[in-house]
Nanobody, 117 residues
């Protein structure tokens, strides 16, 4: 599975941004995809996940402001980020979990989001 993330950039506080993560390769057994972020000097943290069935999970810090969605035919997961805050500045990475007898985890390259105050 290959994951291609895009959509990062510079945005002012209060603004919006949409990240995309396109999956390719052995995608038929992907059962969950999600976004994680790592801010400078901090550990990586979960932002949001979505299962194959559409169930979502959000970090408390983004709940109500971020929305994760998926486009099945395009094999793409989106992260719609609204009301961005400066503390949201981080490298955002997408992740896919695939179950095919065993559990496999794949990471895409990060995309930088910078929120200016």
């Amino acid at each position: 599975v290959q994951l291609q993330a895009s959509g990062g950039g510079l945005v002012q506080a209060g603004g919006s941004l949409r990240l995309s993560c396109a999956a390719s390769g052995s995608i038929f057994s992907i059962n969950r995809m999600g976004w994680y972020r790592q801010a400078p000097g901090k550990e990586r943290e979960l932002v949001a996940t979505i299962t194959h069935g559409g169930s979502t999970n959000y970090a408390g810090s983004v709940k109500g402001r971020f929305t994760i969605s998926r486009d099945g035919p395009k094999n793409t997961v989106y992260l719609h980020m609204n009301s961005l805050k400066p503390e949201g500045t981080a490298v955002y990475c997408c992740k896919a979990d695939r179950v095919d007898g065993s559990w496999f985890t794949y990471w895409g390259q990060g995309t930088l989001v910078t929120v200016s105050s």
